[in-house]
């Protein structure tokens, strides 16, 4: 195979443009643009998964009418098929995420519903609390939910490890005088979107490199409806604002228990403090996601490999503590009982628009529930 004319210890950098723009899914212009030749950037491409490296497509919700709710419960112990239960509350509630605790073995999750039924989810949680099926639940509104990324300069992609001198990290407060991807729920009320630009958004979170051929073959339309949806809604209105590298490690590293991911949870900071936390953890090449609740509370998700695990803690930890600021919890997701889902297009009707009533909700979770009892 011809070496290509480019310093391959920066590709990741060099790809880094095409994947925010449309998630590096056109090969051919990336090729001409890098002057990579095409089956060496196809081949790249390929060993990326490898490596633990995923692009994922940064999903807007209040574009198509949907809020986030972050919602904590312990799980009854006679419940023991979680693929039911959750996966009927992805189908009829709206359910984005869920991840079991290692230290407390509560459950985090996260929802997206329309923000004028957040009563109808309130309802349908405290039936299942009162049916035995979940307790001690606690829901917040997310104000915002800012998706970070790879930081591609920092990992060494011919020898497939991070090079990270943390003393040099800036955590920079003045970055985040404004909330990171805050957006006026009224400004958005009149995007236009549709059933089609709702099933393009899904397909794209199974496959972000997925072409729209391929699309419209799935959806049976054709090429040019789903270019039509995807230039004026999904990306057009910013359904879809874009795509990010994402390291979650490779199969090989999970296998041997070598990536861990944690949680931070703060309570109720104030502005000042928050953005002080804000900057600390956005500047660590390891934190995956962060985010703010309705109660004051910042979130932070991280994904780090083993070899890193002590300096990063230790890099945390010296960034926290003159300011004084302590995590009111720290959680250690089990990665083999978490799940993240896509857009919750089953709760869409194309005539009708969003649908989410507790008592069909709770009525479908409890008929998944007995099903999977009655098949054993």
Not at 109 to 137: C, H, T
Not at 143 to 150: A, D, F, P, T, Y
Not at 193 to 215: E, F
Not at 326 to 354: K, Q, V
Request: with cysteine; hydrophobic share 40%.
């Amino acid at each position: 195979m011809r070496i290509p004319a480019d310093d391959v210890t920066e590709f990741l950098s060099r790809l880094s443009p095409f994947v925010d723009k449309d998630g590096a899914r056109n090969l051919n212009k990336i090729s001409e643009e890098l002057g990579i030749p095409y089956q060496t950037l196809r081949f790249r491409m390929g060993r990326l998964k490898e490596q633990g490296i995923s692009i994922t497509p940064v999903i807007e919700p209040t574009r198509f009418g949907l809020s986030r709710f972050r919602v904590g419960f312990e799980v009854s112990p006679d419940l023991t098929n979680y693929s039911s239960f959750f996966g009927g509350l992805h189908q009829s509630a709206g359910l984005h995420f869920y991840a079991r605790s290692l230290s407390t073995h509560a459950f985090d999750s996260e929802f997206m519903i329309p923000p004028e039924r957040e009563g109808e989810l309130s309802k349908l949680l405290r039936a299942l609390e009162e049916m035995g099926f979940i307790e001690n639940v606690r829901m917040r509104r997310l104000l915002w939910k800012e998706i970070l990324g790879m930081k591609t300069k920092y990992y060494d992609y011919v020898n497939h490890m991070w090079d990270i001198d943390f003393s040099r990290l800036i955590a920079d407060p003045s970055d985040y005088r404004a909330s990171p991807g805050a957006e006026s729920a009224a400004s958005l009320e009149h995007n236009k979107y549709d059933h089609i630009d709702l099933q393009i958004v899904k397909s794209l979170q199974i496959d972000p490199w997925t072409k729209s051929v391929d699309i419209s073959k799935k959806l049976n339309l054709t090429d040019s409806d789903i270019s039509y949806h995807m230039r004026n809604h999904v990306f057009g209105s910013k359904m879809i604002s874009g795509f990010k590298f994402m390291w979650i490690g490779s199969s090989d590293s999970w296998a041997k228990h070598s990536v861990i991911p944690i949680m931070y949870f703060f309570d109720s900071l104030s502005e000042e403090s928050a953005r002080h936390a804000m900057s600390i953890f956005t500047a660590c090449p390891f934190t995956w996601n962060h985010m703010v609740t309705n109660e004051g509370e910042y979130i932070a998700e991280l994904i780090i490999p083993v070899s890193q695990m002590s300096e990063t803690i230790r890099y945390l930890a010296n960034g926290l503590r003159p300011l004084k600021l302590r995590p009111s919890e720290m959680s250690y997701p089990d990665w083999f009982c978490s799940l993240n889902y896509t857009i919750p297009y089953l709760m869409h009707r194309a005539d009708s628009g969003w649908q989410f009533e507790a008592e069909r909700s709770l009525g479908y979770v409890i008929q998944m529930i007995r099903e999977h009892a009655g098949s054993r």
